[in-house]
């Protein structure tokens, strides 16, 4: 069973820099996973980040960055902020159609 | 602008039905495939379906094949999700959402406001 696996929290200093990753669990995570980053507050939809792995979307602050570093994706805050304060979801395409999201990672700024 | 609204949510009883409809606005439907994502409280994101842009193809995740049903009427610019057989860890925030690329990926750029659905005796 295919299970796409992402750290449930992370901490970042105001000013820091993160990075929070995206694997699988039954091996590499490349471009053609076309990685999507979304960032979920409390009570609100989801709104993309990066979308094919490193493309950001519209309005998005240039401090986000998506790469594949070694075998998983990642996205990248860089001079992270309180706002960042968030949930952070990726999703892959794993083929026939179907999409999956990571568990989420929780990211707390202080 | 771009809309998402959905309706059909309620309360419902383990092993009965129940319909989820998403009606779009403020872009051209036929040129867009279409999901439904859902959420369960306080917890994840998990993607459920997808139904191609001219309804050609539909896909499901395995928690939902066999028992969902996605279909989408073009002519009113409306998708729907057909739920049967449903479970009590069915109980989710259900979201419409739109793939915004039309070709090779997937983003999901827009999405609706979710209709609960809450499967219990």
């Known amino acids: 069973q295919t299970v796409v696996t992402q750290e449930p929290s992370f901490s970042v200093s105001p000013g820091g820099t993160v990075t929070l990753t995206c694997g699988l669990n039954s091996g590499s995570v490349s471009k053609a996973h076309y990685p999507t980053w979304y960032q979920q507050t409390p009570g609100q939809a989801p709104r993309t980040l990066i979308y094919s792995t490193n493309i950001r979307s519209s309005g998005v602050p240039d401090r986000f960055s998506g790469s594949i570093l070694g075998n998983k994706a990642a996205l990248t805050i860089t001079g992270a902020q309180a706002d960042d304060e968030s949930d952070y979801y990726c999703?892959?395409?794993?083929?026939?159609?179907?999409?999956?999201f990571g568990g989420g990672t929780k990211l707390t700024v202080l | 602008q771009v809309q998402l609204v959905e309706s059909g949510g309620g309360v419902v009883q383990p092993g009965r039905s129940l319909r989820l409809s998403c009606a779009a606005s403020g872009f051209t439907f036929t040129s867009y495939d279409m999901h439904w994502v859902r959420q369960t409280p306080g917890k994840g994101l998990e993607w459920v379906a997808v139904i191609y842009n001219d309804g050609s193809d539909k896909y499901y995740a395995d928690s939902v094949k066999g028992r969902f049903t996605i279909s989408r009427d073009n002519s009113k610019n409306t998708v729907h999700l057909q739920m049967d057989s449903l479970r009590a860890e069915d109980t989710a925030l259900y979201y419409c959402?739109?793939?915004?690329?039309?070709?090779?990926?997937?983003?999901?750029?827009?999405w609706g406001q979710g209709a609960l659905v809450t499967v219990s005796s």
């Open positions: 959402t739109r793939d915004g690329l039309v070709l090779a990926g997937r983003n999901f750029d827009y």
């Open positions: 999703v892959l395409y794993v083929g026939s159609g179907i999409s999956m």
